[in-house]
Nanobody, 123 residues
Framework: VQLQASGGGLVQAGASLRLACEAS????????MAWFRQAPGKEREFVAT????????DYIDSVKGRFTISRDNAKNTVYLQMNSLKPEDTAVYYC?????????????????WGQGTLVTVSS
């Protein structure tokens, strides 16, 4: 499975961005999906995950109420809608796929990773 992330950019605090991650080379609906992020000098951290059905999601506390993960299995794509962005959201965002149908928060469970897309939020 190949994952191609897009949608990053430079925005001001309070703005919105939507990230997209298109999968190819596999049966997308058989994978739980997630977004992780890595800020400069920090470890990669979990952001959001979604089950294969799209009906079960989970988020890190710092983005709850601001970010929404969703997926369109017909388009082999997972999205991350990011609203009310803060400077601390600045990071490279990675999408990832796991064979666990319900996703998860542990990066070691993910077998496929996208190349990352940079999100920069200025104050």
């Amino acid at each position: 499975v190949q994952l191609q992330a897009s949608g990053g950019g430079l925005v001001q605090a309070g703005a919105s961005l939507r990230l997209a991650c298109e999968a190819s080379g596999g049966i997308f609906s058989r994978y739980g999906m997630a977004w992780f992020r890595q800020a400069p000098g920090k470890e990669r951290e979990f952001v959001a995950t979604i089950a294969w059905t799209g009906t079960v999601t989970d988020y890190i506390d710092s983005v709850k109420g601001r970010f929404t993960i969703s997926r369109d299995n017909a388009k082999n794509t997972v999205y991350l809608q990011m609203n009310s962005l803060k400077p601390e959201d600045t990071a490279v965002y990675y999408c990832a796929a796991t064979r666990s149908l319900y996703g998860g928060t542990y990066p070691g469970d993910y077998v496929y990773w996208g190349q990352g897309t940079l999100v920069t939020v200025s104050s």
